[in-house]
């Protein structure tokens, strides 16, 4: 079948602990015996425009770096005087320079991005036909026998120049012979052709399962979309392409390879990884030079399991692979595919509607009072507000059972917030992932919401005044993962289309950029060691063609990643 990453199973989680993670700790000992003497410095960027993001030194002109860490912030004509015979100089030439910037929720498969049938753009706005996607489809169909699954990624349903929804009729033009999805970019839809429903056994009289729908038009047949875990019916049917171990272990390198590459391109230093199966090949491409961004890493399913069984806790690691809060568990459904749960029905639906629960109170508050009991940071996927009420429920039923110091309880996406949901979240120090590029990328859906709900979606203005920490997390694929999209969209809330929504949750710049890298690293509790240009840190900057704070705000996202530096070492040059 076709290869998607699992999770490790009991033994290899053994095996990795015994070997790999005994090289986390290692390393890290190492790092802490290191000679910090601010002498002879490995690196010195002077001439620079330094936003440090520490508010002791908020700005500076250069910085020293050995052994992969700041260890002089200042002026040009002090650092300059830590150069030794072997210090390497880099003259900025005015140059902005930030810390390294931090993606929050990621599902990073790069495998996916090299193998897959994409049939939208994963890093940009682009518009494409419905044709063009019937099209890439029959032509991955031609190299498949029949009754296997042909599949399309990145499809947006707000970014086709048709104007319509894709259905099962434009799908069946693909196959009668093949099942067809289509997977929306967002994770929480599917669009599927007659022979996958044939082949699942759901007709237009098959109910809709608990927390999905099965999709009808005006005459009540299958129009081919389908919601949430209604696609779990779909899914079963049909037959993967297979590959033998070897291509899959090949492939799923190449991935790790390829997404770490483009990471840093953007400019991102440090990803929280919401990926399944990839932590060994990680390690792998670590080992061979070709991991280039820190990994927080979060584990799911038979890893989740295998470190409750053997006492091993988040932060388990070092400084570039640790294990961090769990993979998102998810509550309800999406904000761009307008599934979430909300307490108000969506707009111009009939019947109303209000989306989609995943899981009851029940079942949450059980997994969440195992998982903290364990040491492990609990995270949950939560958009509306009714489903952010029902994990915030079980966070603070956890803590009262089972208290924790800074356990700083995860939440991912946390779209629709409002006063008293902030005030519970300030209590127990939630620490929310916010969609990052939603602002610009997802203009075009804002008015499914309406700008009343829309003065309270990814409310950055409202989390920072009440004291809470929030932190860009993309969703990519859901969102393009470029950090200078998202600064441009928290500091306008204005699309690519022109539209503005939400104008009373704008930031600052300075604002943005410290949700984009000191928030990040307090997200995963590594504050102390990264998130800001400040002595004794890790070296990671972005070296930026033009200042965001200068720029029209209209342009931020347009400004050039120049240089991309991890460790005091160069892994992206544009």
Known sequence: MMYRPGSLNRREFITLS????????????????SDFRPKDADLIVFNAKVYTVDARVPRAEAFAVKNGRFIAVGTSPEIKGLAGKRTQTYDAKGMTVVPGFIDTHNHGRGEGLLYDVLVGNPYDVEFVTI???????????????PGTWVEGYFHDDTKVKDKRPLNVHDLDKVSTEHPVAVHHRGGHTAFYNSKAFQMAGVTKNTPNPFGGTFDKDDKGELNGRVTDLAMASINKAGLQQSFDPTEKNRRVLEGVAFISQKFVQY???????????????MQEQRANGKLLHRVSYEPTGELLEAMIANGIESGFGDEFIALGATAEHTVDGSFSERTMAIST???????????????????????????????????????????????????????????????????THCSLLNDSLIARMKAIDAVPAEFSTYAYYNADKFHFYGEELMKHMSPYRSLIDAGVTPAAGSDFSPGPFSPLMAIQGMVTRTGWNGETWGANQRITVEEAIRVNTINGAYNSREEKIKGSITAGKVADFVVLADDPHIVAHEKIKDIKVVQTVVSGKTVYRA
């Open 18 to 33: 015994a070997a790999g993670f005994a090289g986390f700790i290692s390393v890290s000992a190492r790092a802490e015996e």
């Open 131 to 145: 044709d063009s996607i019937v099209e890439k489809l029959q032509a991955r169909a031609r190299t498949l026998p």
């Open 267 to 281: 400019g991102l230093t440090s990803v929280h990884h919401n990926e399944p199966g990839v932590l060994t090949a």
């Open 345 to 411: 029905p969506y707009k111009d639906i009939t019947p109303p509607y209000q989306g989609n629960l995943t899981e009851t109170q029940d079942d949450l508050n059980a997994w969440t009072e195992r998982v903290h009991r364990a040491g492990i940071r609990v995270n949950c996927h939560a958009n509306g507000d009714v489903a952010i009420d029902r994990v915030l429920t079980a966070y603070e039923r956890a803590l009262k059972l089972y208290p924790r110091a800074d356990c700083r309880p995860k939440i």
